[in-house]
């Protein structure tokens, strides 16, 4: 999934190096924890956060069909 997501975020922003994303996973849940530069915060979500919600929707889906806990997608600063 860390792969995924850095797949479809690096080719939004100006920075892809500064495209970090951390796991944080316990027994219920695992929470995928995207940083980009604080530039191209804006990019990642999008107008109205439609393109979070796209990248969210797109790792939700793959993530239930690779493990049965609940996945989550936070962008964080």
């Known amino acids: 999934m860390k792969q995924l997501i850095e797949t ?3 080719p939004l ?3 892809p ?3 970090k994303v ?3 996973e316990n027994a219920s849940r695992i929470v ?3 940083s980009v530069h604080s530039e191209d915060t804006g990019k990642v979500i999008g107008k109205q956060g439609r393109v979070a919600k ?3 929707s797109i ?3 793959a993530a239930s069909n690779y493990h049965k806990k609940k996945t989550y997608v936070d962008i964080v600063d």
């Open 13 to 15: 922003v100006d920075h």
């Open 32 to 34: 995928y924890k995207l």
């Open 22 to 24: 951390e796991i944080d």
């Open 17 to 19: 190096d500064d495209v």
């Open 59 to 61: 790792v939700y889906s």
């Open 54 to 56: 796209a990248i969210r």
């Open 8 to 10: 479809i975020v690096k």
